[in-house]
């Protein structure tokens, strides 16, 4: 969107929201605290992160059972997430849950009509300044006045989702988050979900990805929260770093069906596009949201993709730069700008961006890998194993970590056996992973196993397609003079 554009919207929206707004429902009306309640004061606090968050959970509750919340508690709840959407400058997703709002109070009946409110919110710019200082103290690195301020926000407003977040991510132990809301889900209906909710944030920020994967399908499958975006794009995330690049995409694109102005994950499910060759969706894609918000870092991400992959590094370092301008806490783009930046045979440069990657993200295994790639470029051998081993040591013996130590091992000619020993195992765990599909096929070609490598192949492209192996494929098929197939392999590899 252009900046004129922008503006105009903006201004359209604040319209909007000054027809929209109207005072919340009072607790003493209804009789005692409720969720709503805690989403007013919330919003009162400017705590938006927060609102957005436990709005977006609550309005899929109602959609799923409409007579959980009155039309009038509805209605407040599309507004109070329209205006947290308003203030992340997501303008065109506020224009449709603000025309939602508007169409629910259309539907209101003339007795239904919305009081004013007597609650107190004295103490709430003391929240809003708690969680300021809580991300500032976590952006510098000093974690204990950031739990401290985490824990006050949460304090004074018990469903403060983003703050439990928060808190999960500087390691408290989800247990003792759990505790600190056990009040508020005995006391406010319609919470049960709440502590299943901390436990599969729990484990995702622990790394444990398969058990947050089953916790977050359990809570999205048998509860009211089916079909939340958020829940959705948790999954694909966790799918993408548990190296499912097949079930991320899969539930990226649900997300996109059920939000189609959904931004938030798509510099992600942009890169995993790219990869897979499809590089026409990709620019369809960035186009898109463009058109949604160019205030935001996932267009210029899914755009720099695109250039990366078409080779073009010098734009995808730029385009990952405008992007870091706009969220320097963008993982995606700091990982954009040190492969273009390795690729361009600027190592130093591409270590720092990786190593400013895995501080924001030390759970996610490609920061690393994008680490130890730029080692291994500029011959640092040591330097990468060393790393290498200590992921295998931190986030576990999985097929990931596994083959990232082969990958390392590969590249000294004395640690070749353990290299096929270390990817054995990580095919025997995860057969259909491409990344030691990828490498076990490397080091077969070394041997000149090529039946061998064709049989790899073969079995791993049975009950998935990606255009890597299908080349690869191709090249193996050449080595035994089969030019047909082989022809056939790159024609697939290139759709």
């Known amino acids: 969107m252009d900046p004129g554009g922008a503006a105009i919207l903006e201004s359209s929206l604040r319209s909007v929201y000054r027809l929209a707004l109207v005072p919340p429902l009072p607790a003493a009306w209804l009789g005692g605290m409720n969720v709503i309640d805690h989403v007013r004061d919330m919003a009162a606090a400017g705590l938006h992160s927060n609102v957005r968050l436990l709005s977006s959970l609550l309005l899929t509750m109602s959609n799923n059972n409409p007579e959980l919340f009155s039309p009038s508690q509805k209605y407040q709840l599309l507004v109070y997430h329209a205006d947290s959407l308003f203030h992340d400058k997501e303008y065109r997703n506020a224009v449709s849950k603000y025309t939602m709002a508007l169409q629910q109070k259309k539907a209101l009946s003339k007795t239904s009509k919305v009081r004013p409110s007597t609650g107190n919110s004295a103490s709430t710019p003391q929240s809003q300044i708690n969680m300021m200082l809580a991300n500032l103290y976590k952006k510098a690195g000093q974690e204990r006045p950031s739990v401290t301020s985490y824990k006050e926000v949460l304090r004074q407003c018990p469903l403060a989702l983003d703050a439990i977040l928060g808190l999960l991510s500087l390691s408290v132990k989800g247990a003792e988050v759990a505790s600190m809301t056990m009040n508020v889900i005995q006391t406010v209906p319609n919470l049960d979900w709440l502590s299943v909710w901390i436990k599969a944030y729990a484990f995702v920020h622990t790394g444990d990805n398969s058990r947050a994967i089953n916790t977050?399908?359990?809570?999205?499958?048998?509860?009211?929260?089916?079909?939340?975006?958020d829940l959705l794009g948790s999954l694909a995330d966790l799918y993408f770093r548990a190296g499912d690049n097949k079930n991320s995409v899969l539930k990226f694109e649900q997300a996109q069906m059920l939000d189609p102005y959904l931004i938030k994950g798509m510099d992600v499910y942009g890169y995993l596009l790219a990869r897979e060759g499809r590089l026409e969706d990709v620019e369809n894609l960035g186009c898109r949201l463009f058109n949604i918000s160019d205030q935001h870092a996932e267009p210029w991400v899914v755009s720099g993709c695109h250039s990366f992959y078409s080779k073009r590094y010098s734009r995808a370092l730029y385009l990952g730069a405008k992007a870091i301008q706009l969220n320097s806490n963008s993982v995606q783009a700091l990982l954009l700008k040190g492969a273009a930046l390795r690729n361009m045979g600027r190592v130093q440069e591409a270590i720092i961006h990786f190593r400013e990657a895995i501080r924001l993200a030390p759970c996610r295994l490609d920061c690393y890998e994008g680490l130890i790639e730029c080692y291994l470029a500029s011959n640092s051998i040591r330097e990468a194993m060393v790393m290498a081993n200590n992921v295998y040591k931190t986030l576990g013996a999985n097929a990931q970590t596994l083959t990232l130590l082969?990958?390392?091992?590969?590249?000294?000619?004395?640690?070749?056996?353990?290299?096929?020993?270390?990817?054995?195992?990580?095919?025997?765990?995860?057969?259909?992973?491409?990344?030691?599909?990828?490498?076990?096929?490397?080091?077969?070609?070394?041997?000149?196993?090529?039946?061998?490598?064709?049989?790899?192949?073969?079995?791993?492209?049975?009950?998935?397609?990606?255009?890597?192996?299908?080349?690869?494929?191709?090249?193996?098929?050449?080595?035994?003079?089969?030019?047909?197939?082989?022809?056939d392999q790159y024609s697939i590899a290139l759709r």
């Open 216 to 229: 977050i399908c359990s809570l999205e499958k048998k509860s009211l929260l089916r079909d939340n975006v």
């Open 406 to 487: 082969a990958t390392v091992c590969l590249e000294d000619p004395v640690t070749q056996e353990k290299a096929k020993t270390l990817l054995d195992k990580a095919l025997t765990q995860r057969p259909d992973y491409i990344k030691a599909v990828v490498k076990k096929a490397e080091l077969l070609s070394r041997e000149q196993k090529y039946e061998d490598g064709i049989a790899l192949l073969r079995n791993a492209l049975a009950n998935q397609s990606d255009c890597v192996l299908h080349r690869i494929l191709g090249d193996f098929l050449v080595a035994v003079n089969e030019y047909q197939e082989a022809m």
